[in-house]
T-cell receptor, first 112, second 111 residues
């Protein structure tokens, strides 16, 4: 079944640790996105990719980095986690003329 | 002025009534418009999208688009308690494939 997956779903980690949030999709989509959302707040685009070896920063400044080596895989990395990185991170993918985006289940990150 | 604006609510609706949600946007060249439903603690779920002026119906949901007035609305007919959620309006601008999201309208359907 075509879907979009994120792991881990929940992560509690100490300050200064390096973390990678995984996102994979089996929908065959070229375009993928990372959003950050605090509870009850707006979605903010932090990274996007329109294809392999193509990545761009989004509208919200972020200390994270991304890579797109395979079409189906779009991991996000924080080199040194800080409490200000505590948030929900949502991955999405899209295809088609109208760019309907479909979201994964999200990763809830807590940095102590 | 925000690029995509929604009333944050909460919009309280009796069960069985029609919920009406509005969204305005600033980019006159915007191409397509999306409504997402987000339950607390969950990720957004696409309900429907619209790209031409007029109405588009899908089950109990109707999206309405008026490009001249730069607004898009969502009607939920026969509202159910399970419709209680935050509804996000998203707009694809004139350039590129990125979506800009509004802050969402929280809807509460009371039995």
């Amino acid at each position: 079944e075509a879907d979009i997956y994120q792991t881990p779903r929940y992560l509690v980690i100490g300050t200064g640790k390096k973390i990678t949030l995984e996102c994979s999709q089996t929908m065959g989509h070229d375009k993928m996105y990372w959003y950050q959302q605090d509870p009850g707040m707006e979605l903010h685009l932090i990274h996007y990719s329109y294809g392999v070896n193509s990545t761009e920063k989004g509208d919200l400044s972020s200390e994270s980095t991304v890579s797109r080596i395979r079409t189906e895989h779009f991991p996000l990395t924080l080199e040194s986690a800080r409490p200000s990185h505590t948030s929900q991170y949502l991955c999405a993918s899209s295809e088609g003329d109208y760019n309907e985006q479909f979201f994964g289940p999200g990763t809830r990150l807590t940095v102590l | 002025q925000k690029e995509v604006e929604q009333n944050s609510g909460p919009l309280s609706v009796p069960e069985g009534a029609i919920a009406s949600l509005n969204c305005t946007y600033s980019d006159r060249g915007s191409q397509s418009f999306f409504w997402y439903r987000q339950y607390s603690g969950k990720s957004p779920e696409l309900i429907m999208f619209i790209y031409s002026n007029g109405d588009k119906e899908d089950g109990r949901f109707t999206a309405q688009l008026n490009k001249a007035s730069q607004y898009v609305s969502l009607l939920i007919r026969d509202s159910q308690p399970s419709d209680s959620a935050t509804y996000l309006c998203a707009v694809r601008g004139a350039a590129g494939n990125k979506l800009t999201f509004g802050g969402g309208t929280r809807v509460l359907v009371k039995p």
